[in-house]
């Protein structure tokens, strides 16, 4: 019990520290921030979600005592909340039923009984949830309507582009007013990216560290429920309506579509398994998506397509052995 403490302790500090590193001003703060979850999240995987809760609250309490509960409830919302909700949705499982296919079990039939554990594509809808929340609350910071957030943004964009060439004014009017119109969908990216990346790490670092309880998982079969694609059409659909509704709309659309884009990457993980050259052509396609940005569209449209059409299923079936036949 009291190594349990002094670890939610450790993990609350660590993430306090890093979520408010971002006061300096410096480059490297910027990832420490982004990383602010990976402590809790390890905490909740590796010692219980309970140790991540006391490690946020102790956290919270110390930020808001030295700047404020703005800030206190920045953290709680951005981080803490999140790293305890999924660091418990990790380590949920139920046992397994007897019908149960194999690959649904997390044990072998000589251990401890077989637990069916929580879906990751369920646990990546949940990451999309967070994304979008935290996206939102940051964007109404700003104003609480349309025009007074996007004025705002333009301000400040404005400001860090400092024009002062009256030449290239309408110029560059012209690309701040680009970024602001992408600004949420982009913001919103970033923190689904991150929040993917934090659950991904301390997962990684727990199992390392031998307390992970769940078995790591084949990701690249990893699906996301069916109404996660009504959701996105749904959202796509508001982001035409304009206003407020169509902000949040394009933040709730960007964060699925980067569940999406996921998904677009395990069918390429998955069709390229019988590929010589595999490691190469996936290097590839990474280096090509992080160098320019926009070829992610692809990926999208593959994920959604294999939610539609099925193509890992239909993938593996072909390439499943043929059933043996039956000894007369």
């Known amino acids: ?7 939610a302790a450790a993990a609350g500090c660590a993430s ?19 990383l602010a979850p990976l402590p809790l999240m390890v905490a909740a995987m590796g ?6 809760a006391i490690g946020g609250a102790l956290a919270g309490v110390g930020l808001g005592a030295m700047f404020g509960p703005p800030y206190s409830a920045a953290f709680v919302l951005t981080v803490a909340l999140p790293a305890w909700w999924l660091g418990h949705l990790v380590l ?13 079990i997390g044990a072998t039939p000589a251990g401890p009984p077989p637990v069916d554990w929580y879906p990751l594509g369920r646990i990546l809808v949940w990451i999309a949830c967070f994304a979008a929340l935290t996206t939102t609350a940051a964007l109404l910071t700003l104003g609480s309507d349309a025009s007074t957030i996007t004025e705002t943004l333009r301000h400040g964009l404005m400001r860090i582009v400092d024009a002062q060439d009256s030449a290239s004014s309408d110029r ?11 600004a949420p969908a982009a913001a919103a990216t970033i923190a689904m990216t991150t929040l993917t990346l934090n659950v991904w790490l301390a997962a990684k670092v727990t199992a390392a560290s031998g307390r992970l309880r769940r078995p790591w998982p084949d990701m ?18 508001l982001c035409f309506v304009g206003g407020l509704p169509a902000i949040l709309a394009q933040i709730v659309t ?22 010589r050259g595999r490691r190469l052509w996936l290097t590839s396609v990474y280096a090509i998506v992080l160098v320019f ?36």
């Open 1 to 7: 019990m009291v190594m349990n403490l002094l670890i």
């Open 16 to 34: 306090a520290l890093m979520f408010a590193s971002i006061i300096s001003g410096a480059l490297v703060s910027l990832l420490l921030f982004y």
């Open 47 to 52: 010692w219980g979600p309970t140790s991540a």
């Open 92 to 104: 949920l499982g139920r046992p397994a039923p007897a019908d149960a296919p194999p690959q649904k």
């Open 172 to 182: 560059t009017s012209e690309v701040v007013d680009a970024f602001v119109a992408i």
């Open 220 to 237: 690249k079969t990893t699906t996301l429920p069916p109404m996660a694609l009504v959701a996105t059409t749904v959202a796509l659909a």
């Open 254 to 275: 960007a964060c699925l579509m980067m569940s999406y884009a996921l998904m677009g990457f395990a069918v390429l993980h998955t069709i390229t398994l019988a590929q």
């Open 293 to 328: 940005v926009w070829p992610v569209i692809a990926i999208v449209g593959i994920g959604i397509a294999d939610a539609i059409f099925g193509f890992r299923q239909h993938y593996m079936q072909r390439r499943m052995p043929p059933p043996l036949a039956p000894r007369s």
